[in-house]
Nanobody, 129 residues
Framework: QVQVVESGGGLVQEGGSLRLSCTIS????????VGWFRQAPGKEREGVAA???????GYTDSVKGRFTISQDNTKNTVYLQMNSLKPEDTAIYYC???????????????????????WGKGTLVTVSS
């Protein structure tokens, strides 16, 4: 049985940092991509960052230079280090795993939900101004 569990959300002031964790059981990192998505109030869910089975990494434009995705295979955990947080980063952050494939369109990194078969319940990140 596959389980995806996020943790690390919370309330932080603008400019602050948080590290989200995503622990996955029942899957092997060699076979999957793991992505972080977020859904802000009143907005559609969007892909934020992902790391694929080859270790290739990508970020959506709005978080480049501020967020870093990494993984620890010994702990079956993927992290999202978020620095220089802004109020517009406020959202529920979801971790997802599967065989989804990110792509670049017109120079912009795109992470679709298609193929991401396993989802966590999300963790809330609130950035105050």
């Amino acid at each position: 049985q596959v389980q995806v569990v996020e943790s690390g959300g919370g309330l932080v002031q603008e400019g602050g940092s948080l590290r989200l964790s995503c622990t996955i059981s029942g899957l092997t990192f060699d076979d999957i991509a793991v992505g972080w998505f977020r859904q802000a109030p009143g907005k559609e869910r969007e892909g934020v960052a992902a790391i694929d089975s080859d270790g290739d990494i990508g970020y959506t434009d709005s978080v480049k230079g501020r967020f870093t995705i990494s993984q620890d295979n010994t702990k079956n955990t993927v992290y999202l280090q978020m620095n220089s947080l802004k109020p517009e980063d406020t959202a529920i952050y979801y971790c997802a795993a599967g065989t989804g494939v990110a792509y670049v369109r017109s120079g912009h990194y795109c992470l679709p939900e298609s193929g991401m078969d396993y989802w966590g319940k999300g963790t809330l990140v609130t950035v105050s101004s």
